[in-house]
């Protein structure tokens, strides 16, 4: 044995280090995404990095990955993100970590590339301000501090115990340096308990600044702020008669519950506004610019409306519609009373969060139910649906008529200007189309020989519903009784009562709207101005 024998660290485990620096780095983004959390919990409109990334990542996504994920996780779709998010920035910690045992310059360049990219983004917001860069950058330094605090913790350490008392061939004073020398190394650094024990440390660190960072944004809740809103009576009650709803099992209520009502839109974090802070702003072609406050609302001409509400995303007997009854204030009082200018056709509407959306002027002032809304079926709006007040105009699809969290109003034209999704390649103008859905029975779903209720809903917003017809197995096609109208904006329940045989069996509905015109058998697709075709299902008769 040599003296050079000796000296060789006895690295006897190099994959479980390299693992354990792994887990490094996974503590390490863990850390920086609890800090990231607790700056921004200091400031009401500072996003996290987390949400201000996947805002940006929502606004860059190709259609067909937003048509994926709607199809997939439907009104789940943002948490869906925020787990993907987790999971890809949990594996780059990983990564980084591992890579960081060797060369911790790697460490040290990926968290500063993270925050240099979550600054860069934070600060190309619509609606971004100096402080949203902080959030960002003080958890790419913490990321790098609690890597390097941890991977101190892996530094080589031979173990100066191992050494023999003597060896063959080698001079006693030599293994006695050596023992020496180890033993300093074996004081510089913890061994793999020692690792362990740090690491418990910062995970208690990221508990800890996880739950203060939301405990911080919670103070900035509206809940006390809308639970304190008092609604005005309308001019006018809607009243849901018995003969407006039908009671079938299974199908769809004439009214959808505040809680089941569908929710597509972009916020990744549902904007908290409260109402006594809330301005709009209503500029652009008009002879006088106006700014109005909740109060101002509230105290103007209120009116209540039942809307039927359909995202263009929908898809042939989708969910991603709903109806409610709304109570606001006619957006065509308000932009009259500004004064709109004869060339203006397009009506931008703008969320607090920078969304942006175009409606035509015609489908505001024509005498619709088009609406500032601040209530819904009877409640001051739900936060995720838009309070204080959020847009409502029937008859257009949601992306070019529902704005959200409405904080200003430009008249513009069509020329001038591309909304959000129109920049996207969705239509400039997008009316709702003609459809229906069976809502019972289900697909493949078992029934029992005998009378079946087949039982749905019907649509074509401010047109009306005239005519719905279901068949068997493509045979006659045999009218369905609809239930009474209420208004020509809200959807039309109906049921047909069929003579079910024993097997397998296709159920089909197509719709007739006020217009005389019939539902679409062909198939197409949402984009880039919904869908149309018939709704079927196959049930199994027993």
Same mark, same amino acid.
């Given at each position: 044995?040599?003296?050079?024998?000796?000296?060789?660290?006895?690295?006897?485990?190099?994959?479980?280090?390299?693992?354990?620096?792994?887990?490094?780095?996974?503590?390490?983004?863990?850390?920086?995404?609890?800090?990231?959390?607790?700056?921004?919990?200091?400031?009401?409109?500072?996003?996290?990095?987390?949400?201000?990334?996947?805002?940006?990542? &929502?606004?860059?996504?190709?259609?067909?990955?937003?048509?994926?994920?709607?199809?997939?996780?439907?009104?789940?779709?943002?948490?869906?993100?925020?787990?993907?998010?987790?999971?890809?920035?949990?594996?780059?910690?990983?990564?980084?970590?591992?890579?960081?045992?060797?060369?911790?310059? &790697?460490?040290?360049?990926?968290?500063?590339?993270?925050? &240099?990219?979550?600054?860069?983004?934070?600060?190309?917001?619509?609606?971004?301000?100096?402080?949203?860069?902080?959030?960002?950058?003080?958890?790419?330094?913490?990321?790098?501090?609690?890597?390097?605090?941890?991977?101190?913790?892996?530094?080589?350490?031979?173990?100066?115990?191992?050494?023999?008392?003597?060896?063959?061939?080698?001079?006693?004073?030599?293994?006695?340096?050596?023992?020496?020398?180890?033993?300093?190394?074996?004081?510089?650094?913890?061994?793999?308990?020692?690792?362990?024990?740090?690491?418990?440390?910062?995970?208690?660190?990221?508990?800890?600044?996880?739950?203060?960072?939301?405990?911080?944004?919670?103070?900035?809740?509206?809940?006390?702020?809308?639970?304190?809103?008092?609604?005005?009576?309308?001019?006018?009650?809607?009243?849901?008669?018995?003969?407006?709803?039908?009671?079938?099992?299974?199908?769809?209520?004439?009214?959808?519950?505040?809680?089941?009502?569908?929710?597509?839109?972009?916020?990744?974090?549902?904007?908290?506004?409260?109402?006594?802070?809330?301005?709009?702003?209503?500029?652009?072609?008009?002879?006088?610019?106006?700014?109005?406050?909740?109060?101002?609302?509230?105290?103007?001409?209120?009116?209540?409306?039942?809307?039927?509400?359909?995202?263009?995303?929908?898809?042939?007997?989708?969910?991603?519609?709903?109806?409610?009854?709304?109570?606001?204030?006619? &957006?065509?009082?308000?932009?009259?009373?500004?004064?709109?200018?004869?060339?203006?056709?397009?009506?931008?509407?703008?969320?607090?969060?920078?969304?942006?959306?175009?409606?035509?002027?015609?489908?505001?002032?024509?005498?619709?139910?088009?609406?500032?809304?601040?209530?819904?079926?009877?409640?001051?709006?739900?936060?995720?649906?838009?309070?204080?007040?959020?847009?409502?105009?029937?008859?257009?699809?949601?992306?070019?008529?529902?704005?959200?969290?409405?904080?200003?109003?430009?008249?513009?034209?069509?020329?001038?200007?591309?909304?959000?999704?129109?920049?996207?390649?969705?239509?400039?103008?997008?009316?709702?189309?003609?459809?229906?859905?069976?809502?019972?029975?289900?697909?493949?779903?078992?029934?029992?020989?005998?009378?079946?209720?087949?039982?749905?809903?019907?649509?074509?917003?401010?047109?009306?519903?005239?005519?719905?017809?279901?068949?068997?197995?493509?045979?006659?096609?045999?009218?369905?009784?609809?239930?009474?109208?209420?208004?020509?904006?809200?959807?039309?329940?109906?049921?047909?009562?069929?003579?079910?045989?024993?097997?397998?069996?296709?159920?089909?509905?197509?719709?007739?709207?006020?217009?005389?015109?019939?539902?679409?058998?062909?198939?197409?697709?949402?984009?880039?101005?919904?869908?149309?075709?018939?709704?079927?299902?196959?049930?199994?008769?027993?």
């Amino acid at each position: 044995m040599t003296p050079a024998d000796l000296a060789t660290p006895a690295r006897t485990r190099p994959v479980v280090d390299r693992l354990l620096a792994a887990l490094a780095g996974l503590l390490a983004a863990a850390v920086a995404l609890a800090v990231g959390d607790l700056v921004a919990g200091l400031f009401r409109d500072v996003p996290s990095p987390r949400d201000a990334v996947g805002s940006e990542f &929502i606004d860059r996504t190709p259609r067909w990955l937003k048509d994926f994920a709607i199809d997939q996780f439907g009104t789940n779709d943002k948490v869906a993100l925020r787990a993907g998010m987790l999971v890809v920035i949990g594996l780059l910690g990983l990564v980084l970590g591992a890579l960081s045992l060797r060369r911790r310059v &790697i460490g040290l360049i990926g968290f500063a590339a993270f925050g &240099i990219v979550g600054a860069i983004v934070a600060a190309q917001r619509p609606v971004s301000q100096p402080l949203d860069v902080l959030p960002p950058l003080l958890a790419a330094v913490a990321g790098i501090a609690t890597l390097w605090f941890l991977l101190d913790r892996l530094a080589p350490a031979a173990d100066a115990r191992a050494l023999p008392p003597s060896a063959a061939g080698v001079d006693r004073g030599v293994v006695d340096n050596l023992r020496a020398e180890l033993a300093t190394t074996n004081r510089k650094g913890l061994d793999r308990r020692g690792f362990f024990v740090a690491s418990a440390a910062v995970a208690a660190v990221v508990v800890a600044a996880g739950s203060a960072g939301k405990w911080l944004k919670d103070r900035f809740d509206v809940a006390a702020s809308r639970d304190s809103v008092v609604l005005p009576r309308p001019v006018a009650k809607v009243s849901v008669t018995p003969g407006t709803a039908i009671t079938t099992d299974g199908i769809s209520p004439f009214l959808t519950p505040n809680a089941d009502f569908y929710r597509i839109d972009t916020a990744l974090a549902v904007p908290q506004i409260p109402a006594d802070s809330w301005r709009l702003k209503v500029h652009g072609l008009v002879d006088r610019e106006l700014e109005l406050t909740f109060d101002d609302l509230l105290r103007r001409n209120v009116v209540e409306a039942p809307v039927t509400l359909a995202c263009v995303s929908n898809e042939v007997g989708g969910d991603l519609i709903g109806n409610a009854t709304w109570l606001g204030v006619p &957006i065509a009082d308000i932009i009259e009373e500004a004064g709109v200018r004869p060339e203006a056709d397009q009506l931008k509407s703008t969320s607090s969060d920078g969304w942006t959306c175009g409606t035509p002027v015609s489908a505001v002032t024509d005498g619709r139910a088009a609406l500032l809304a601040f209530g819904m079926n009877g409640e001051p709006l739900p936060v995720e649906h838009g309070f204080p007040v959020r847009m409502v105009v029937p008859g257009l699809y949601g992306y070019v008529s529902a704005t959200k969290w409405v904080v200003d109003l430009e008249l513009t034209t069509f020329a001038d200007y591309d909304a959000y999704w129109v920049r996207r390649g969705w239509s400039a103008q997008g009316p709702i189309k003609t459809q229906s859905r069976i809502d019972t029975p289900r697909p493949l779903a078992r029934v029992a020989a005998g009378r079946v209720a087949v039982a749905g809903v019907a649509w074509a917003q401010h047109r009306g519903i005239d005519v719905v017809e279901v068949r068997a197995d493509e045979g006659r096609w045999m009218p369905a009784r609809l239930a009474d109208e209420l208004s020509a904006d809200t959807w039309r329940q109906w049921v047909w009562e069929w003579d079910a045989t024993p097997g397998r069996h296709k159920l089909e509905v197509r719709a007739t709207d006020a217009t005389g015109a019939v539902q679409p058998e062909e198939r197409v697709e949402p984009f880039p101005d919904g869908a149309t075709g018939w709704h079927s299902v196959v049930v199994q008769v027993t």
